[in-house]
């Protein structure tokens, strides 16, 4: 073992904190930094930054050469540093070897059993447990590096990603009882067969007490029987220690050894009943009296999260704009606001085009035609240009201004008043329109979107568990980030070393750069107007037909610019929507060749017109293969290579003979498996929430909400909750269609649902104004939703409005 050698009781290895990443860095001066080898970066390279802020012991391979210029450091040589780490943690362990250890494992719900078990015992114990899902070969080892001489109990999660890593995890937690939650496709790929790896999962058990498992899953309970392990087990079996019949939705009988008890498991969905019960099996286990059990079991909580964000005033929702002000960045806007699909009226504040365009009056009459066709109702002139061709705007509800300081004095004095509208300004630099927006902005909405940026990593690296070493990843970051924020998003997934990011228009791009974020972003419908912004912000156009490829080269004909415009190529190969085909293939490629060295196709991609659906196996592999054609023409002619991509989520899944050089990541990372045949491989990502406004007690032969829709049968209990079609909420979920969860529970819609607000039926469900109220999330997905009103995921996720605040948290 290549850390024999060291003695890890000398002063060296005396600190609080080891540390594996820089961003968590506390306390410099009681850390050990261990310099780990990462496929895309290494440890090693955080040295300098580390030392700077006052590290000053590393543990380093000798591939690091440098130490000479860390004057005050101490640096420790080992063949392997994540071993040394290993080793280290074990040893640590061996000191507390009187500490009793749960340790748990299974293919999904390890964190949420273990976080729960933490819940019902930490009043009996003082308990160390895995931060976050630290259950790896590095989360297992930070994990127990924690304990110390208080604990008197630890509960440490055990996961693993292939064969012969879970006897090193055993050898660190030393647990003395074992739990197995379940066994499922995780990591499939890397096993052989299901039976390996729950093989491999059970060496964990090796030496513990006892185990505790699930009977009623049947390939679990032969392994863990033939183990010379003692068992305890649960299920509706017959032959389990603790047998449960259910009785009712929240009601089950369990008999144990001969005696039955009534118990209530506060929870509908499958996995967190089966949660729950591994939870009430280890209390039994461990000789908890029963009624001990279900008071403990009736408080169970989901984690909470952490907070941030913004809407405007009077229900409206403001969309900011003010970095230029052109035709070309209108269009673009205005199609930002359809994108955000919100369901009010359209506002438009927009100041004087500053182009040089000698028709003005015709340069302003398409302004109006643009209005026009994106249905804006109201429209702000700022400007004198604007106010002098006041009469060019068919707009029915329009004003017009001098200046920014009139519209404000407008908005102070209720002459100019805002209610229930989707607000875009749209203004040049000097007209400075923050300050319009700083008038319309409001603080407060009871409504929010949590995003769990730990389930993005997971989802992240999940799929890419998927993929060869070689195969980059594309993350689309387009349409909010699919409703959950592209610049968070984006700056999470450049940490994480993804190779590209998509966008639908140019400016999105230009936000992320303006955010600081460096990865190649491709721009998918990019607009001619904004080929200088793209070439300013390194940003690759989508070069759709053969009309796009005629505005490119007469931008780059009166440039003057001595880089090569990096650009992408669209082929349709079945999709018929954007694209060039076989048909008009030779004359995109004698185009590109006579561009030369003034352009670089960066790559080239197709869009897979059925790739989440068996039934368009033949259509996708024959798209795949006149895709491949194309491209090997295309590279031939070119004389370099360039990066082919194909596969969109679903196509990771269901081609991954079709990987070629990149994926395209979109809202798989959001944990949404359309084909669902890895949905259990996935975290969900956003949980949209709000709170109960009002309760109110109906009599038979009342109604409820608009046009009546809302019949009260008999004496009901209403719940009016601060969620309407203007934040997301469908309205096709009106009248019993849509449900929310209220303290666990289901409660069905009542009536319609109307753009603020929505009322659910709260009859049978204790429950108090200001609870919360769970739309989608863990507790109720985004595709039961879909499928309730038949859509897909992606509109249920991108319709959330942008006024709702977005919460983003990591958990810790």
Not at 537 to 557: D, G, K, V, W
Request: proline share 3%; charged share 25%; glycine share 6%.
């Amino acid at each position: 073992m290549p850390n024999s050698n060291l003695d890890f009781s000398t002063s060296f290895w005396n600190a609080e904190y080891l540390l594996i990443d820089s961003r968590q860095l506390s306390a410099p001066s009681n850390t050990i930094f261990f310099a780990l080898e990462g496929k895309k970066r290494t440890g090693q390279s955080f040295i300098p930054e580390l030392y700077e802020k006052g590290v000053r012991k590393f543990v380093v391979t000798s591939s690091f050469d440098k130490a000479y210029l860390y004057k005050e450091a101490t640096f420790v040589y080992t063949d392997n540093t994540l071993a040394t780490l290993q080793a280290l943690t074990a040893w640590h362990r061996q000191l507390h070897q009187q500490l009793p250890t749960i340790s748990i494992t299974g293919s999904n719900a390890k964190t949420i059993v273990k976080e729960w078990l933490y819940f019902l015992l930490e009043m009996d114990y003082n308990v160390v447990k895995s931060p976050k899902s630290y259950n790896s070969q590095i989360g297992v080892p930070l994990s127990i590096w924690q304990i110390n001489e208080k604990h008197d109990l630890g509960i440490f999660e055990a996961g693993i990603s292939q064969p012969n890593e879970m006897h090193k995890l055993e050898e660190i937690i030393q647990p003395n009882i074992g739990l197995f939650t379940n066994i499922g496709t995780a990591h499939d790929k890397d096993f052989d067969s299901i039976e390996q790896k729950i093989d491999e999962k059970a060496k964990l058990f090796q030496n513990c007490e006892i185990v505790v498992y699930c009977k009623d899953h049947p390939l679990i309970d032969e392994k863990l029987s033939a183990l010379d392990v003692p068992t305890f087990s649960w299920g509706e079996h017959p032959d389990a220690d603790l047998i449960i019949m259910k009785v009712a939705d929240y009601e089950i009988m369990v008999n144990y050894e001969g005696e039955t008890f009534p118990m209530n498991i506060p929870f509908l969905d499958d996995a967190s009943f089966e949660n729950a019960m591994h939870c009430v099996a280890m209390l039994v286990c461990l000789e908890y009296p029963f009624e001990t059990i279900q008071s403990r079991i009736n408080k169970l909580k989901r984690i909470p999260m952490r907070l941030e964000r913004k809407e405007g005033i009077n229900n409206t929702v403001l969309i900011n704009d003010f970095y230029n002000n052109d035709l070309g960045g209108l269009q673009i806007a205005l199609s930002f606001l359809n994108q955000n699909q919100e369901t009010y009226p359209r506002t438009l504040i927009f100041s004087d085009l500053l182009q040089g365009d000698k028709d003005k009056k015709a340069l302003y009459e398409r302004v109006n035609q643009l209005c026009k066709e994106y249905n804006i109702d109201k429209f702000i002139g700022v400007g004198k240009q604007l106010k002098s061709y006041e009469e060019v705007f068919s707009i029915k509800e329009k004003y017009f201004f001098n200046n920014t300081n009139e519209v404000r004095t407008a908005i102070k004095n209720s002459t100019l008043q805002f209610n229930k509208e989707l607000i875009l300004l749209k203004g040049a630099r000097q007209f400075e329109f923050e300050k319009i927006a700083t008038l319309l902005q409001k603080k407060i909405h009871s409504t929010q979107l949590e995003i769990n940026l730990d389930a993005v990593v997971h989802n992240l690296m999940f799929y890419r568990s998927q993929l060869s070493p070689q195969t980059k990843v594309m993350v689309m970051v387009k349409a909010l980030g699919y409703g959950s924020g592209k610049s968070e998003l984006a700056n999470i997934l450049q940490y994480h070393l993804v190779d590209y990011l998509g966008v639908a228009f140019a400016d999105e791009g230009v936000e992320l750069r303006q955010n600081g974020i460096r990865t190649p972003i491709m721009v998918l419908t990019p607009s001619p107007d904004s080929f200088e912004m793209m070439r300013m912000h390194q940003l690759e156009p989508e070069i759709y037909n053969l009309e796009m490829l005629t505005a490119l080269e007469e931008f780059i004909a009166e440039e003057n610019h001595d880089e090569p415009f990096a650009i992408q190529i669209n082929f349709d190969t079945g999709m018929h929507r954007l694209g060039f085909t076989t048909e008009n293939y030779k004359e995109l490629e004698e185009r590109l060749l006579k561009l030369g060295n003034k352009i670089e196709v960066k790559g080239a991609f197709t869009h897979l017109a059925g790739a989440d659906e068996s039934v368009h196996d033949t259509y996708s592999k024959e798209q795949i293969q006149e895709f491949q054609l194309l491209t090997s023409q295309l590279e031939n002619a070119l004389g370099y290579t360039i990066i082919k991509h194909c596969l969109n989520s679903a196509g990771i899944v269901r081609y991954p003979e079709a990987q070629m050089d990149m994926v395209r990541l979109g809202i798989g990372l959001h944990g949404v498996e359309v084909n669902n045949l890895k949905q259990d491989d996935l975290q969900p990502v956003a949980t949209l929430k709000t709170v109960i406004a009002q309760i109110k007690e109906m009599k038979a032969g009342q109604t409820v909400g608009y046009s009546r829709k809302g019949k009260v049968d008999t004496p009901k209990k209403i719940a009016t909750i601060g969620i309407g079609y203007a934040d997301g909420f469908d309205r096709r979920l009106s009248n019993g269609v849509g449900k929310v969860v209220i303290n666990g529970q289901l409660a069905p819609v009542i009536g319609n649902v109307c753009m603020d607000m929505t009322m659910v039926d709260i009859s049978d469900i204790p429950a108090n104004v200001g609870d919360e109220v769970i739309v989608f999330g863990e507790k109720r997905s985004i595709s039961t939703i879909a499928k309730e009103i038949g859509t897909i995921p992606y509109e249920i996720l991108t319709s959330v409005s942008s006024r709702v605040k977005r919460i983003y948290y990591m958990e810790g």
